[in-house]
């Protein structure tokens, strides 16, 4: 089993976008090895960090990083934010930091079945609870496959593996990560497997699915955000477009002041902004971080500030 590595994605943009200060309390819903904790952590004098993950392996070993820091790592998923932090005493929070999706040591850890590089269980369980990625692929209808193929994936050869996995499954259960990536495989014309990996997509949706990540994200904004103090800062970084739009739309929805038709003389709605963009467009990791750490490549880190 690998440790739990973990190289913090835009690093210096989220300590700058959280504007930490000394007696501040901050909330990092997604702890993974605690990189971007300990950074925030070691910047507290009087204030504290308060920490969540759903994966043990995260929270036992973010917990050893944090040691001798005002911080506390709770294993909770970050939507449950207001529980956590009633259980703590804490009111509200002057900064949160969401760092989703998959973490490095989830994906280099084989047994976890996250990739689909060498051969393993297929797993894909954040939380190591519940249902598996081999009891979804084994007995979810070739509809609601194709489906989460779409949704999560933005596969466009959904029907062709959904059906596949089908055929697949009647001859023998598909039990492992290397089973189902040579099945997608055999589903993707061959002119498209040049390009990256074939089982990327299906994987990545899978996942989503097996986590109900979307789910998760959708409950959490709007419990994150009330959750805020005044003037506190909310930090997001996405790693896939489905989850950026989600992020986008819910951060322009608290910036938005008047909703009345434009041809209205006067509003008539009463709606004032509740948030203000820190960042209009995301923000992206720099050449120096793509060379460090060729995972950044994807993450954009939206920023807002409760007014």
Partial sequence: MSTFSHIPVLLTQCLDGLAIKPDGIYFDGTCGGGGHSYEIASRLESGRLIGTDRDPD???????????LPAKVVRANYDEIRSVLNEEGIPSVDGILLDLGVSSHQLDTPERGFSYHGDAPLDMRMSQEGMTAEELVNTYSQRA?????????????????????????EQAPVKTTAQLADIVCSAYP????RDKNPARKTFQAIRIAVNDEFGHLERALGECFDCLSQGGRMCVI???????????????????????PPDFPVCVCGNKPKARLVNRKPIEADE??????????????????KL
């Fill in 58 to 68: 995260a929270v036992k070993a973010a917990s050893q990083r944090l040691s001798g």
């Fill in 145 to 169: 496959l194709t489906d989460i193929l779409y949704k999560y994936g933005e596969e466009k050869f959904a029907p062709k593996i959904a059906a596949a996995i089908l055929r697949s499954r």
């Fill in 190 to 193: 061959a002119k498209f497997r």
């Fill in 238 to 260: 996405t790693f896939h477009s489905l989850e950026d739009r989600i992020v986008k739309q819910y951060f322009a929805s608290l910036a938005q002041g008047c909703t009345c």
């Fill in 288 to 305: 120096n971080e793509l060379e460090l750490n060729p995972r950044s490549r994807s993450a954009k880190l939206r920023i807002i500030e």
